[in-house]
């Protein structure tokens, strides 16, 4: 028997053939699908100052969309889809949105630790003046009492090619119950080394949950005594974002040291959400919303003479 093309007088094989790939592409189609309805958005719950609303979230490395954040924020600190989430409220446009952050015991460790962040890629110097405005909320099931070193927000320096590991110059801590702001520069690190706290700058016995707490920082970079750091805080109704007609309270008047020498660092870059790298045993949850930086207070939107 002589082989051919294997086609039959009556043209069956190419048929099959044609179905054949037919369904090939509905099999890969239906994979496609759902893959992506695995990171579809949900709905849940969130309880804001004793007030329990429904939610929709949405994952922010898996379902995310190209008009979610400006290009210079970077999501590569997200391990996996349930890392970042964006939070919106079901009826209630106006309350915007937040974005929710998750460590767990069992993600994969990034850079030496676990972390669930965002990063503004954008470099500010040495002899630069740079503004900066965020909201931390802590949820009201937030695992307070379980044994915890946490970093909500940090800003970090960029190493120059082949200089060694820097401390963050600045961040924001809590350890179990207490929050602090923690500065570290070229002199602390000096005289105590990487494995010791640097200076606090600020601690206060908790973030109370359900509340938005919002910061607003100025920060002359520099790594002499020209440095500064100027900082006000409020805490505002979770319910009422836009509307919050809480006073500023300034925190924060530090004159010296912000960071370190041109030499070992090209300059300064800000992130948030959850890190540590210390052992956890439970998962953490927090938000943030609303973060801006720029040049100048108006870049954040405050007009009040305060800010100057």
């Known amino acids: 028997m002589r082989h051919g093309s294997g086609k039959a007088a ?24 759902v893959a992506n309805s695995s990171v579809a958005q949900t709905t849940g719950e969130l309880d804001l100052d004793g007030k329990v609303l429904a939610i929709e979230e949405r994952s922010i490395k898996c379902d995310g969309k190209p008009d979610d954040f400006p290009d210079y924020m970077s999501t590569e600190r997200l391990v996996n889809c349930d890392s970042g989430k964006i939070v919106t409220f079901d009826g209630k446009p106006d309350l ?18 676990t972390r669930a962040e965002l990063a503004d890629t954008r470099i500010a110097k040495n002899g630069e003046e ?33 200089k060694p590991f820097h401390r963050p110059p600045l961040s924001h801590r809590l350890w179990g119950k207490e929050f602090a702001v923690e500065l570290f520069n070229g002199q602390i690190v000096e005289k105590l080394g990487n494995e010791h706290n640097g200076e606090i700058l600020y601690t206060a016995p ?23 750091i100027q900082a006000w805080r409020r805490t505002c109704d979770a ?45 953490f949850t927090a938000y943030h919303a609303g973060y801006r930086s720029g040049k100048s207070a108006a870049d954040l939107g405050l007009q009040d003479p305060m800010f100057k």
Do not use: M
């Not at 190419?14 to 994979?31: D, I, P, Q």
């Open 130 to 162: 740079a503004w900066y405005r965020i909201s931390t909320l802590i949820p009201n099931d937030f695992p307070i009492e379980t044994p915890h070193r946490l970093v909500l927000a940090q800003w970090h320096e960029l190493d120059q090619p082949g």
């Open 96 to 113: 915007g949105r937040l974005l929710q952050f998750t460590i767990k015991p069992s993600d994969r460790k990034l850079f030496g630790g």
């Open 206 to 228: 908790q973030l109370d949950p359900g509340l938005l707490h919002e910061f607003v920082y100025k920060i002359a970079w520099a790594p002499d005594e020209s440095g500064e």
């Open 239 to 283: 319910l009422k974002p836009v509307d919050c007609t809480a006073s500023w309270t300034p925190f924060i008047q530090y004159k010296g040291s912000t960071g370190y020498k041109n030499d070992a660092i090209k300059g300064y870059y800000f992130k948030f959400g959850l890190y540590t790298t210390t052992k956890f045993e439970t998962s």
């Open 10 to 33: 009556d043209g069956s094989a190419s048929v099959w053939l044609r179905l054949g790939k037919s369904v090939f592409r509905l099999v890969a189609c239906l994979v496609l699908f």
